[in-house]
T-cell receptor, first 115, second 113 residues
Framework: GAVVSQHPSRVICKSGTSVKIECRSL??????MFWYRQFPKQSLMLMAT?????????EQGVEKDKFLINHASLTLSTLTVTSAHPEDSSFYIC???????????FGQGTRLTVV | AQTVTQSQPEMSVQEAETVTLSCTYD???????LFWYKQPPSRQMILVIR??????QNATENRFSVNFQKAAKSFSLKISDSQLGDTAMYFC??????????FGKGTHLIIQP
């Protein structure tokens, strides 16, 4: 199957700082990327959908100014958590889909801890 | 809005037994995909099986099979000859294509030796 690499796997940052998470498709062109958030022992919640070269579409309740998504190339999307607070601590997972794929492939996830 | 419901928070079976995980869903779409994902402690999402809604035949992948009842909006997963490595969270998901996935709350499956 296709490979999606997410980096970093773990990050700790101080309150008020910003942190960037990268999601790369290694062996296919990802026309669409999805960002999810997963709280401990809970399900995955879709945060936003991004198409290469377009602005991301955010789900209801997700602050677009806080969670900045950039999908500038067919192999890379980034999620920047701006002015992070402890309540932003969570597990963030990306998935990527190419035009020829009916399914999206998941990255390994990033555990964000804001202290 | 789409919804996915998994009514079994946790299940436990003995190794080699067969276990069925339940999932019901709701959508107004006429064409959609249904998925079962496994999430082990590493938290990597692993696709177990996929079903296209327009296909009547139930999908099968080795020990994993589904019972897809479109009219009842039901999509259960059967695991045969369960193995210790099957212990994980299992999520039922709806969507696919250009849309992101809507996940159920998950079922924690424990395979006992």
């Amino acid at each position: 199957g296709a490979v999606v690499s997410q980096h970093p796997s773990r990050v700790i940052c101080k309150s008020g700082t910003s942190v960037k998470i990268e999601c790369r498709s290694l062996d296919f062109q990802a026309t669409t990327m999805f960002w999810y958030r997963q709280f401990p022992k809970q399900s995955l919640m879709l945060m936003a959908t991004s198409n290469e070269g377009s602005k991301a579409t955010y789900e209801q309740g997700v602050e677009k100014d806080k969670f900045l998504i950039n999908h500038a190339s067919l192999t890379l999307s980034t999620l920047t958590v701006t002015s992070a607070h402890p309540e932003d601590s969570s597990f963030y997972i990306c998935s990527a889909r190419g035009d020829s794929n009916t399914e999206a492939f998941f990255g390994q996830g990033t555990r964000l801890t804001v202290v | 809005a789409q919804t996915v419901t998994q009514s079994q928070p946790e299940m436990s079976v003995q190794e080699a037994e067969t276990v069925t995980l339940s999932c019901t869903y709701d959508t107004s779409e006429s064409n959609y995909y249904l998925f079962w994902y496994k999430q082990p402690p590493s938290r990597q999402m692993i696709l177990v099986i996929r079903q296209e809604a327009y296909k009547q035949q139930n999908a099968t992948e080795n020990r994993f099979s589904v019972n897809f009842q479109k009219a009842a909006k039901s999509f259960s997963l059967k695991i045969s000859d369960s193995q210790l490595g099957d212990t994980a969270m299992y999520f039922c998901a709806l969507g696919g294509g250009a849309d992101g996935l809507t996940f159920g709350k998950g079922t924690h499956l424990i395979i006992q030796p």
